[in-house]
């Protein structure tokens, strides 16, 4: 009989969502570009485009990035990293362009002792309570 084990972490999810609005024009056109076999499918053309706009911006990104000391990716804040900050007298200042995620487990009580600022340009993963108890230190 096998044991099974139970991921501890929940699985971050490689993507978010997102909604915008087209003019029926741009719509049509993007639609007429997927039917004539440019890109898939219109989720597809988007993606490109934005990667596109990225590297074309990709020196005024980097240089923003090293002026603001933002960390770039994925950064994680267990219960024991806001425990370790909240004890030592030293509060967080987070910084994240990309996703910054606060572990389940931490109560808003500990998120509010430990955590300062919190600046996130791409998605904030905590629970909805923690997420409440930090709206007065979120940009």
């Known amino acids: 009989m096998f044991n099974m084990m139970q991921?501890?972490?929940?699985?971050?999810?490689?993507?978010?969502?997102?909604?915008?609005?087209?003019?029926?024009?741009d719509l049509g056109q993007v639609d007429l570009m997927v039917r004539e076999g440019?890109?898939?499918n219109r989720t597809d053309f988007i993606r490109t485009a934005i990667r596109n706009q990225i590297e074309r911006h990709s020196d005024v990104l980097q240089r923003s990035v090293?002026?603001?000391?933002i960390d770039l990716g994925?950064?994680?804040?267990?219960?024991?990293d806001l425990t370790t900050a909240r004890d030592s007298g030293t509060r967080l200042h987070i910084n994240v362009l990309g996703l910054a995620s606060i572990a389940l487990d931490v109560t808003?009580?500990?998120?509010?002792?430990?955590?300062?600022?919190?600046t996130v340009l791409g998605a904030l993963h905590a629970s909805p309570e923690v997420k409440a108890a930090l709206a007065d230190r979120t940009q």
């Open 7 to 25: 991921e501890l972490r929940p699985k971050i999810p490689e993507s978010e969502k997102i909604t915008i609005n087209l003019g029926f024009v």
């Open 66 to 69: 090293a002026r603001q000391t």
């Open 108 to 118: 808003p009580e500990l998120a509010r002792a430990a955590i300062a600022t919190v």
């Open 38 to 40: 440019f890109y898939s």
């Open 74 to 80: 994925l950064r994680h804040f267990s219960r024991a």
